[in-house]
């Protein structure tokens, strides 16, 4: 079946602190891979994406490369601010379905 | 602006009474979702929709029903069989071949 493996949280970073969010998969053929962000209250927006191995998803400094070998697709950022402060998820879109890890929570001190 | 709306965003009602979450999406998606978060369970499907007058069941369908009768609205009746129906719910939509959610802001059920 699909499924969806993140680290657990929370993690509590300083200010430019390099961020690392693990996720690993388990999808039959081959998945398109996402990172969500969410907001206190709010739904979830899409961070970045990949569809294929060894594509690079990257936005607002977030990157994330699809590692076919070792069916992972880390969310990294090289300095974090207060403003990154929220809730990261993995997903993967397998057919029609979308399915989505339990989400890691971020909080960024100054 | 397109987008997709849900209302309202803070629900309550009482144990034994169904209601009725409504989604509406004027992106002219085909693909219409629904999911229930819990805290730390992410996200998970209840049901979804690729065209009206069609819909199937996500991985946790007991005590919920949907309908499609527009293309722009997919509405979520939470019943009274729903074991534990306070939670989160969020509604998505995607374009028929995308393979981009585009998520509501979510309703917070609260049933006491």
């Known amino acids: 079946g699909n499924s969806v493996t993140q680290m657990e949280g929370p993690v509590t970073l300083s200010e430019e602190a390099f961020l690392t969010i693990n996720c690993t998969y388990t999808?039959?053929?081959?998945?398109?891979l996402f990172w969500y962000v969410q907001y206190p209250g709010e739904g979830l927006q899409l961070l970045l994406k990949a569809t294929k191995a060894d594509d690079k998803g990257s936005n607002k400094g977030f990157e994330a490369t699809y590692r076919k070998e070792t069916t992972s697709f880390h969310l990294e950022k090289g300095s974090v601010q207060v403003s990154d402060s929220a809730v990261y998820f993995c997903a993967l879109m397998s057919g029609n379905q979308f399915y989505f890890g339990t989400g890691t929570s971020l909080t960024v001190i100054p | 602006d397109g987008g997709i709306t849900q209302s309202p965003k803070y629900l309550f009602r009482k144990e034994g009474q169904n209601v009725t979450l409504s989604c509406e999406q004027n992106?002219?998606?085909?693909?219409m979702y629904w999911y229930r978060q819990d805290p730390g369970q992410g996200l998970r499907l209840i049901y979804y929709s690729q065209i009206v007058n069609d819909f199937q069941k996500g991985d946790i369908a007991e005590g919920y029903s949907v309908s499609r009768e527009k293309k722009e609205s997919f509405p979520l009746t939470v019943t009274s069989a729903q074991k534990n129906p306070t939670a989160f719910y969020l509604c998505?939509?995607?374009?028929?071949?995308?393979?981009?959610?585009?998520f509501g802001p979510g309703t917070r059920l609260t049933v006491l």
């Open positions: 999808a039959t053929g081959y998945p398109s």
């Open positions: 992106l002219n998606h085909d693909a």
């Open positions: 998505a939509s995607r374009v028929s071949g995308g393979n981009e959610q585009f």
